[in-house]
């Protein structure tokens, strides 16, 4: 019996270019399994049945090994090749790949050893499909079993599962259907089915491009004819519009004044004129115009393309929310979240650390709140460890500093799929199964409570300076310099006669990587505690704005959460929100545009 | 669909260069007026809408081929581009170069190329910016390290594409370790660092010779006019300096030409560096300058 099920589980690989190359269609498929158990020989016999060996190759290897009197293997042949690929001869003589009659398949390099972890899951990430080894003899092993599980979780549904080594088993049915039993009664338990099970005998050319007569009973796919049963990924035009932001660009050089929330389409589609939403912030606007470089005009863009639109109404948003449309399955916006996830860090995934989660293009503080349980590969292992730690596939709840938006991923691919950053490095990765109900938390905006207050009220204090107390926030993202521009505003008030305050708040969630250059670690620390800077700077904002002054303040990178906590953290006073003008000669020196934008706007709430 | 598959290369890339802007404060590209990092340079253009909001950074040992600087000034001040050049003054001075006889082409590649590289993205040696203006070079006041570079390789120009990632750490060194790559998956790049450390960048890591030269013919991306043959039966297929990079013999005399050559097959078995002498002197020649920070 064959299964014929698909792996139910709904993730895919995106952004790998694959597609065609001088009219042949090309497959990226990835070799896995257990050490020894006969991934370099299926390659190697793969490339030799199909002819794809350049000339004289194979025959010069086996020459040597002869000469050397070592028993010849495959893997010495694929090492030659993969020497003259360090040569640098061009891709398509040297890179390894096997043509069937149907198409080009590319292997990506994944070696079994443990300790190549992060390289398989790389090659692995970019593959459409994979081949699963297991050795007849030796049975399932460890990472038979973990590189199942990962092939799972990221996202590659079309698996064919060979059991190599049958001559050593006779050719056994029994064997070959004991084993495969076993690893599907494993597999279910993370809900995945692989499509074929073939008995091989890779050495020898067993089932592996032709039907084998050493096993008549088996009636099912060889592996050649199994791959080229595989399919290509349908375009993902049908699920619903995601578009993670990755910048808001402002260039007003050479007199562009295009405002453009830019990305790449990860599934769906917009049109001009569509109405969309950006989550967590849940800010509305309308597509005003598709825009591009070099490029004919569009009305429409569809998954897989890199884009910007203009919007019909100017919001406020910034790097890291998701784009998504208004009458569409919206995404799910949460702080809580269960996810399933594998570990490659060194250090393990511990409760009471901040660690960064990276979903799309949002960038979160989060925290292992608990261990659901482990999904381990060992047999020895202990199933109920307090910390994830290296090579455990966990289920988990996860706490977040703020709300994200995000898919489960049962319901879309691109958006259900994270990497979790321990200090500087890329040490998990998952995918969210479910948003959690978020536990009852204290705000933060009544630490001013604290404070005794007087009687006498910032209206009052106003008066008596001839205004009316309120933020002016300046931002800006990259390319911009919001510090400069605001400083310059400061010292214009003050000329005018104005009671103004500068106060800066250092970089926040855009630029980390800058922050982590300068300052080590102690902001990762230190994030969670303060809520987020926007609450640093809101508390000393109030105060000063219930002295009676105007609070010039700078800040990067702060999302729409941040403003809402500032907001509630000034609350009487008002925030009006500008943005720096987007060259530095502009920001020092001639500020006299942001000077009358914001002297208009404290008009606007009547301030003299 | 033929351009399917340029098209998903472009969209990547453009991808990767967006994360890199959003995620590097002081983000360099290196061009070296070559076809690659001319084309990275037109992705940028397609990535920012027609602007180029990063440095880029070239490096002169001089010795290039005259019409490659004269075309980079062109092309600079057409784009509206910041434009900065460094190189290794002292050695040059000393005149410590294989052209003037004193060392091997591989010790100059390292005082001309990978140290004047090394010493212009940290800053420590003087950088010169074009002034748009006047179309001269200026000392240029920023002397800040980059911690992001982005560059042209492609992992078709040697080795194993599962060595390589689209952001690869640098140590302060500018050391690379390439047994310990991070992992990358689900276009999640490794983005933070560690005080002293910097990353590369490579948006063409998945593109072939073939795509290069398809895609400068799709985009009809300016590009000098070495690459042609222009009737002496030679063309350069790889640029670099004078003294060290000889011509192939080839009649394409445009870029249609060169792809339907490359198409035929031609040059499959020949390395497309096999026109740069210095690769030739030491067995692992260009890892060794890699691992040493020269692409
Ligand atoms: N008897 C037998 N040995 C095999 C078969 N396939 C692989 N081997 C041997 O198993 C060993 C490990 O194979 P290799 O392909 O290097 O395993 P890898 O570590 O998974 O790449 C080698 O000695 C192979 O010759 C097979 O079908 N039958």
Redesign the interface.
């Known amino acids: 019996m064959e299964p014929t099920a698909r792996i139910p589980t709904p993730f895919a690989?995106?952004?790998t270019?694959?597609?065609?190359?001088?009219?042949r269609i090309r497959m990226n498929i990835v070799i896995v399994g257990h050490v020894d158990h006969g991934k370099s020989t299926v390659v190697g016999r793969l490339l030799a049945d199909t002819g794809s060996l350049p000339d004289g190759k194979l025959e010069s290897v086996r020459a040597f090994c002869e000469r050397n009197s070592r028993p010849f293997e495959y893997a010495f042949l694929l090492d030659a090749l993969?020497d003259e690929?360090?040569?640098?001869?061009?891709?398509?003589?040297a890179?390894t790949f096997f043509k069937s009659g149907k198409r080009d398949y590319i292997i990506?390099?994944?070696p079994g050893h443990i300790e190549f972890?992060?390289?398989m899951?790389?090659?692995a990430?970019r593959a459409e499909a994979a081949v699963l080894v297991i050795d007849a003899k030796e049975g399932i092993r460890e990472n038979s079993k973990r590189h199942g599980y990962l092939l799972s979780m990221?996202g590659i549904k079309q698996i064919a599962v060979v059991v190599n080594k049958m001559d050593l088993v006779d050719y056994s049915k029994e064997a070959f259907e004991d084993i495969r039993d076993e690893y599907i009664a494993f597999l279910a338990r993370i809900g995945a089915t692989p499509r074929f099970f073939i008995p091989i005998s890779a050495f020898n050319g067993e089932n592996l491009i032709a039907p084998s007569d050493k096993m008549p009973w088996f009636k099912g796919h060889n592996l050649l004819a199994a791959v080229d049963a595989f399919e290509k990924e349908p375009p993902k035009a049908n699920q619903p519009f995601r578009m993670p932001l990755?910048?808001i660009?402002k260039?007003t050089?050479?007199g562009?004044d295009?405002r453009?929330v830019?990305?790449?389409v990860e599934s769906g589609s917009a049109r001009v004129g569509d109405s969309v939403v950006f989550l967590p912030s849940g800010k509305k606007s309308k597509i005003a115009s598709i825009?591009?470089?070099?490029?004919l005009p569009r009305a429409e863009v569809g998954a897989?393309?890199?884009i910007?639109f203009t919007l019909a109404e100017q919001i406020y948003v910034g790097?890291g929310e998701l784009m998504v449309k208004a009458g569409e399955v919206q995404a799910e916006v949460s702080r809580r979240l269960r996810i399933n996830l594998f570990w490659?860090g060194k250090k393990p995934f511990n409760p009471g650390k901040t660690y960064?989660l990276?979903l799309g293009?949002a960038k979160v503080p989060c925290r292992l709140e608990k261990i659901n349980y482990l999904i381990d590969a060992s047999e020895t292992g202990d199933r109920t460890k307090s910390a994830v730690e290296r090579h455990d596939v966990a289920d988990c709840i996860i706490e977040l500093s703020k709300p994200l938006a995000f898919d489960p991923i049962a319901r879309l691919e691109?958006t259900g799929?994270?990497?979790i950053?321990d200090?500087?490095?890329?040490a998990g990765?998952g995918i969210v199964r479910e948003a959690l109900a978020e536990e009852a938390r204290a705000e933060t905006a009544d630490k001013r409570s604290l404070l005794s207050r007087s009687t006498v009220d910032s209206g009052t204090r106003g008066r008596l300076l001839n205004q009316k107390p309120a933020l002016v926030l300046i931002s800006g993202?990259?390319?911009r310099d919001p510090a400069t521009a605001a400083k310059a505003l400061e010292s214009k008030l003050i000329g005018l006669g104005r009671h103004a305050f500068y106060l800066g708040l250092e970089d926040a969630q855009?630029?980390?990587?800058?922050q982590?250059?300068?300052s080590?670690n102690a902001r990762i620390e230190s994030g969670w505690e303060t809520e987020a800077p926007a609450a640093e700077l809101g508390e000393a904002a109030s105060l000063l704005l219930d002295a009676g002054l105007l609070v010039v303040a700078s800040a990067r990178g702060l999302d729409a959460e941040d403003i809402k906590i500032l907001e509630g953290l000034v609350k009487p006073h008002a925030v009006v929100q500008l943005e720096a003008p987007a060259d530095a000669e502009e920001a020092t020196g001639t500020t006299a545009g942001l000077v009358e934008e914001a002297l208009g706007k404290l008009r606007g709430l009547g301030s003299p | 669909m033929e351009h399917d598959h340029l098209e998903q290369l472009e969209n990547q890339s453009v991808y990767i260069l967006r994360e890199a802007y959003a995620n590097f404060k002081n983000l360099a590209m290196l061009w070296s007026i070559g076809k690659d990092s001319t084309v990275l340079l037109w992705l940028a253009r397609k990535a920012f809408f027609g602007h180029v909001p990063i440095t880029l950074v070239h490096i002169d040992t001089n010795y290039k081929i005259p019409e490659m600087i004269r075309y980079r000034d062109q092309l600079a001040m057409d784009w509206h581009l910041t434009m900065v050049y460094g190189q290794n003054k002292e050695a040059l001075e000393r005149k410590e170069t294989f052209p003037d006889g004193n060392i091997t082409r591989l010790q100059c590649c390292k005082n001309l190329k990978t140290d004047a590289l090394k010493h212009t993205l940290s800053g420590e040696w003087p950088r010169y910016r074009l002034n748009l203006q006047t179309g001269k070079y200026e000392i240029d006041k920023n002397k800040d390290p980059y911690t992001g570079v982005i560059v042209g390789a492609r992992a078709d120009e040697e080795g194993s594409r599962s060595k390589e990632r689209y952001f690869s750490p640098r140590d302060k060194n500018n050391e690379w370790d390439v047994g310990d790559q991070p992992p990358e998956l689900w276009n999640q790049f490794k983005t933070d660092f560690a005080p002293g450390t910097h990353l590369r960048i490579h948006p063409l890591l998945d593109w072939t010779e073939l795509n290069i030269w398809e895609y400068i013919e799709r985009e009809n991306i300016p590009i000098t006019d070495l690459y042609f043959d222009k009737g002496t039966g030679k063309r350069y297929r790889s640029l670099g300096c004078y003294p060290c990079t000889t011509p192939v013999d080839s009649t394409s005399r445009n870029v249609a030409e060169i792809v339907a050559e490359l198409k035929t097959g031609k040059f499959a078995n020949i390395a497309e560096r096999s026109g740069r002498a210095q690769d030739k002197e030491d067995g692992g020649g260009l890892e060794t300058l890699r691992r040493d920070g020269y692409m």
């Open positions: 690989p995106t952004g270019p694959g597609g065609k190359v001088d009219g993969k690929q360090a040569q640098g001869i061009t891709i398509d003589t890179r990506i390099d994944a972890l992060k390289n899951v790389t090659g990430a990221l990755q910048d660009y260039f050089s050479l562009d295009r453009i830019s990305g790449r825009e591009g470089f070099h490029a897989g393309v890199s910007g790097r490659m960064y990276k293009t691109s799929r994270f990497v950053v200090q500087y490095e890329i990765g993202g990259p390319g855009e630029s980390d990587a800058h982590a250059s300068e080590g």
